[in-house]
């Protein structure tokens, strides 16, 4: 099949004829059909999707008022696999773009990420003005008190409140990690050496790496990328694992919304405490911890707020004894 718009979106893509008949069809469909060109071509388009009754209404819905048309309640054939179809006219016959359940779920899932995350951005930037000048404030006064001549009692009291000043500007310096930021500065980072430089021997941990070497440099904000690594490996650590691993490599079946180039995915593996399946939804929230009895619940949330100014995304799997976190990252600055 000849190359056409087909060929540049990232999901199962057919054109049909005013019968129903397919002509084309992307690199996508075909490799999740797992069927040649030359089978494709010409079969009708209930032959691959079903029920019938819902290709019916379909085509006839094209056929009288020609106006684009979603389905949700469709499969795939033979697998019956749930999708939705987006269909529309073309020049002479109709376009079909195909979206699979789990794709759905997927960006389902990113999206209501991303717009926590953009809410919680907000919320740090009222902080900001809101709680940190007056906080100073309270600090000033309790210093100047500290400095006055007084008993045992009120130094020590006062000490107390100097503590608890410091303890709650550091929370807050924390918090404020998840806010918005300015157009991040981009350079070439060697993922490799930032993941050793971060990885320090811990005794009683096994740690193994397994890299491409053929990785190209990865466009970042080197900072804030470490601050990521370092959240994930302290993240295992905490979880108790006796083993943890590194993996990167490209992923050329990934695509990432916005975005046509390679996609470079890390992956890090530990054997710790898994995190229960009711929160893997809520585990990239603010102050959501999987029981653990150290840490401010911020950890994760970070990670998620520097894969979003990379436009990148970060998943979890936690099964079978094992818990693997999932960074994906555009390998071409955008």
């Known amino acids: 099949m000849q190359h056409d718009a087909t060929c540049d979106i990232p999901l199962p893509m057919f054109t049909l004829d005013q019968q129903g008949m397919i002509r084309t069809a992307n690199i996508e469909a075909l490799s999740r059909l797992n069927i040649s060109e030359n089978r494709l071509r010409g079969q009708h388009i209930g032959g691959l999707f079903g029920p019938e009754s819902e290709i019916q209404s379909i085509m006839q819905h094209l056929d009288q008022s020609g106006q684009p048309l979603s389905d949700h309640g469709l499969f795939l054939r033979p697998s019956g696999e749930p999708c939705t179809l987006h269909v529309g006219p073309s020049d002479d016959g109709y376009v079909i773009v195909m979206v699979?359940?789990?794709?759905?779920?997927?960006?389902?899932?990113?999206?209501?990420?991303?717009?926590?995350?953009?809410?919680?951005?907000?919320?740090?930037?009222?902080?900001?003005?809101?709680?940190?000048?007056?906080?100073?404030?309270?600090?000033?006064?309790?210093?100047?008190?500290?400095?006055q001549p007084a008993s045992d009692e009120q130094r020590e009291a006062t000490g107390m409140i100097l503590n608890e000043v410091d303890r709650i500007r550091q929370r807050i310096d924390e918090f404020l990690q998840l806010g918005p930021r300015a157009d991040i500065g981009m350079e070439q980072v060697n993922i490799h050496q930032m993941i050793d430089d971060v990885c320090r021997p811990v005794s009683g941990v096994a740690l193994r790496r397994v890299f491409d070497p053929g990785l190209p440099p990865v466009p970042a904000h080197a900072n804030r990328l470490r601050q990521a690594i370092e959240n994930?490996?302290?993240?295992?650590?905490?979880?108790?694992?006796?083993?943890?691993?590194?993996?990167?490599?490209?992923?050329?079946?990934?695509?990432?919304?916005?975005?046509?180039?390679?996609?470079?995915?890390?992956?890090?593996?530990?054997?710790?405490?898994?995190?229960?399946?009711?929160?893997?939804?809520?585990?990239?929230?603010?102050f959501v911890t999987a029981g653990k009895k150290r840490g401010s619940g911020l950890g994760l949330a970070l990670v998620q707020r520097v894969m979003h100014e990379h436009k990148g995304q970060i998943s979890v799997q936690s099964d079978c004894g094992r818990t693997v976190f999932i960074l994906r990252l555009p390998l071409v600055q955008r």
């Open 100 to 147: 699979p359940e789990a794709n759905r779920q997927e960006h389902d899932l990113h999206a209501k990420r991303q717009e926590m995350a953009e809410a919680v951005a907000r919320i740090a930037l009222e902080m900001a003005h809101e709680v940190k000048n007056p906080l100073a404030a309270l600090r000033g006064a309790a210093q100047w008190l500290a400095e």
């Open 232 to 286: 994930l490996w302290s993240n295992a650590l905490e979880a108790g694992a006796s083993h943890i691993e590194w993996q990167t490599r490209i992923n050329p079946a990934l695509r990432l919304h916005g975005y046509k180039g390679p996609v470079l995915e890390v992956r890090i593996t530990n054997d710790g405490t898994m995190i229960p399946p009711g929160l893997l939804d809520q585990i990239f929230e603010p």
